[in-house]
Structures are given as C-alpha cells and as structure tokens.
C-alpha cells in the first residue's frame, strides 16, 4: 500500500485522509466541492475539530496530503460521502453510487475500495459490487471490496480513528483481508474481520441501540411532566443500581449518526422493527414539546424575545446536521408573536439560513434564555451580565448542563417541567 484516495472530505473523510498522510502514506482526498479544495490545498479546513487544523497544515505542508475534484491512480480507495435520508425516510445512497462510479476510470487490478459511508444492509452486495462488476470487474477477486463504517466521537476524532475498534466487512474473506490490512497499519485497536452485511448491521445497531435508549430517557421526561416528577431525580437514583444506565432527556436526537442510522434498518424489515419506528417517534416529538414549554412561559408576555443558546446537535462542535435545535429555532421563529434569537460560538454564519448573535447581543431585552446544546461556554455562563441584560433572567435548559450560582436567576431543566409558569412582569 503506497498511495490512498480519499473520496469525500466531510467529518470523516477529512481526518482519515490526514491520519494516512501522517503515518507516512502518500493521500489524494477528493471533494466536489472546489472551495473545499482550494481551502485544503492552501493548509486549512472547513470544519470543527479538535486537533485537526494543527494536522492537516502539517501533512499538506509536508506534501504527504493533497486534495483534488476527482479521484487519482491509488491503490486503497476509501469511500466517505455522506448518505442523508429521501423524505420518504429511506436511505439516498446516490453519493455512495456517484463515488464508486467516479473512482472506476483510474481502478486498476488488485485495488482495494473501503466504504466508510453508513449505509443499508446489503448495500456493498447489492449496489456498490454491481457498479463493479458492470465495469469489467469481479470483486473480490481481481479488486478487493470491503465496507468499514466508522464509529468515532465528534470531538475525539483523531483519537478514536486509531484507537477504536475496527469492523472490517468484505464481500468475500479475501477482502475482509485486504481491507484489514489497510487498517492495521494506522489502528491501536482490534481490526476484526466480518462479511459485510455483517458490518453494515453491527454500525447501524449501534446507533440504533443508542436512539432506543435516548427515546426511554425522553419518554421517562414526558411522563414525569405529566406526574409531576423531577426526572432527573429519578435517573440518578436509578442509575445507582449497578446494572441501569439511564440516559438524560434532551431536545430531540440529532447529527448523521443517531438521527438517520435507525431509520436504514427500518426500511428493510418495516414490520420487524417497531420498537425502533416507536423510538424515532419519540425522539422526533421532543422539539414540540420544548416548544410546547417555551410557549408556556412565555404566553403572559406582551413581544416575548427569546435566546436560543446552540444550534449544533451536541456540545462542543460546529455540526448542525439533523440538529432539533435548528427546528426549534425555526419554529419558533415562524410564530409572528415572538423574537426569536440564536447564539452559538461554534457555528459560523454560513452555516444556518439566519443571523447569529454574540452573548450580549442575543440576550439584550431577552426574556428566556433556551439552551439547546451543551457547550462548555453555556455551563458557565456569565450570571452577572445575564442578570442585567435580560428582563427576566429565566433559563430553560433542555440538555441539564448549568447550573445557576445567582439566586435572580431562574432556571427549569427539561426533566423537571411540571412547575413551569408563565412568567409575570
């Protein structure tokens, strides 16, 4: 293995090019986004994550890592371009099918073609193989194909590309093989070898498993709304069993992962999966139901003005994607009554259809202040300029991450709305 083509320079695509580059290999990342090119080429990024910068400045400057609009020559390609979901909530693996498609004029025997993508079972026997094989090729014998999702923490990337597990599914054992090999050379951890089928359930089920549990968390904070509980009481006490893991209730579930994964197992066993059906359900109503609540405060207030602090999925990143906080903003601000307004020092402008504030400027006049994410900037918030800032410092903090010293200011956790009131002036 001498030279790397990376198609796709997203969150994924991106990190694992400059992983390559750095353990000495020579890497090619391919983006049909000219700016994203450009922006590469020049040593610098166009995304958020920790590490990353000080990486690829240092494998672009070395020239070890450079990026192009279409694949090169190679002999390890890894596929890493999205798979959103169609409205029907089936899987688009039209950028999977473009990728394959576009490394097929520089494909030569022996290759090995990873597909990191997040995609339905049977996608890499039924769809990416065929491409092959139409071409003149027959993988698994004179090209190797495997699929080998990722399974990262945002945040965390660059270390857990090395040191996490690695499931490697091929179309056949020798790719399995091949494909490991790839592997082998940059990760710390075990790199276990599986039929692809077999990978591309193992990644989805972790997701899946994930949302299932999100969903017990928010439903546990619906019912404890309606029985006048405090929910997070309640997990505490119960997650001091040794044996019970309750999450947290939050906004709703977001990002490429969480939010979409579940929904590629339901669309090949619809009536198999209903627990998971009932989980997105779940986890999809939670904006209204912060909406519901904001609403609520705010209904005895004459031109309410209302902060939305995050707009990203979690904490401590710059990624909106399937973000419910972007929907709650957006509903929001459809109702005429209110003035709506968005904080978030990890997004930058481009990234969201509407303008965003500083601190101060957002909470000026504010009348609630509504957390959606839980950077560590919102965990320590200024109470002092919050408290003369805003006309009544009220804090709904839907991801129960701050906790205020300043007794002027009133703060409501998602977990605990039963005694929300409308605020009187």
């Known amino acids: 293995m001498e030279k790397i083509c990376v198609i796709g320079l997203g969150y994924i695509g991106l990190p694992t090019a400059g992983i ?30 920790v590490g990353l910068p000080e990486l690829i400045k240092e494998v672009v400057t070395d020239g070890r890592l450079k990026a192009a609009t279409a694949p090169e020559e190679a002999d390890v390609f890894i596929v890493a371009v999205p798979t959103p979901i169609h409205e029907d909530q089936t899987a688009n693996v039209d950028y999977v099918v473009s990728a394959t498609k576009a490394l097929l004029p520089v494909l030569k025997k022996n290759d090995v073609i990873i597909v990191e993508s997040t995609i339905p079972p049977r996608t890499i026997d039924d769809v990416v193989a065929p491409i092959l094989a139409a071409a003149g090729w027959n993988p698994g014998e004179d090209v190797y194909l495997a699929h080998c999702p990722e399974r990262v923490l ?19 054992e020798k790719s399995a093989k091949k494909a490991a090999e790839v592997y082998r050379a940059i990760v710390t951890g075990d790199v276990i070898e599986t039929e692809a089928v077999t990978a591309e359930m193992s990644k989805l089920m972790e997701n899946t498993f994930r949302d299932v549990n999100i969903a017990l968390a928010n439903e546990l904070a619906k019912i404890s709304s309606r029985l006048g509980v405090n929910a997070h009481d309640v997990i505490e006490l119960a997650n001091k ?55 609520r405060l705010v209904c005895e207030i004459e ?17 909106v994607r399937e973000s419910p906080a972007l929907e709650i903003y957006e509903k929001l601000a459809l109702n005429e009554k209110l003035e709506v307004r968005a904080h978030d020092p990890h997004v930058r402008a481009e990234q969201v259809p509407f303008p965003l504030l500083g601190f101060a400027e957002a909470i000026n006049g504010a009348h609630v202040v509504v957390i959606l994410a839980d950077h560590n900037e919102f965990k320590r918030l200024n109470e002092e300029i919050l408290v003369e800032k805003m006309v009544t410092p009220v804090i709904f903090d839907t991801k129960h991450c701050f906790t205020p010293m300043n007794s002027e200011v009133q703060i409501h956790y998602i977990g605990n709305t039963a005694n929300i009131r409308p605020i009187l002036l």
């Open 154 to 172: 945002p945040g965390r990337i660059l270390i857990e590309l090395i040191e996490n597990t690695r499931i490697v599914g091929g179309i056949n």
């Open 303 to 319: 031109n309410p003005v209302i902060a939305v602090f995050g707009l990203t999925y979690k904490g401590n990143i710059d990624d």
């Open 20 to 49: 390559f580059a750095r353990a000495g290999y020579e890497v090619v990342g391919v983006d049909v986004n000219a700016h994203v090119v450009q922006t590469l080429n020049e040593g610098n990024i166009h995304i958020e994550e």
């Open 241 to 295: 069993h040794p044996r019970v893991n309750i999450h947290h209730p939050g906004p709703g579930v977001g990002g490429h992962c969480l939010a979409v994964d579940p929904y590629f197992i339901v669309e090949k066993a619809v009536e198999e999966s209903p627990l998971i059906q009932c989980a997105r359900t779940i986890n999809n109503s939670m904006p209204e139901f912060v909406i519901r609540h904001v609403d």
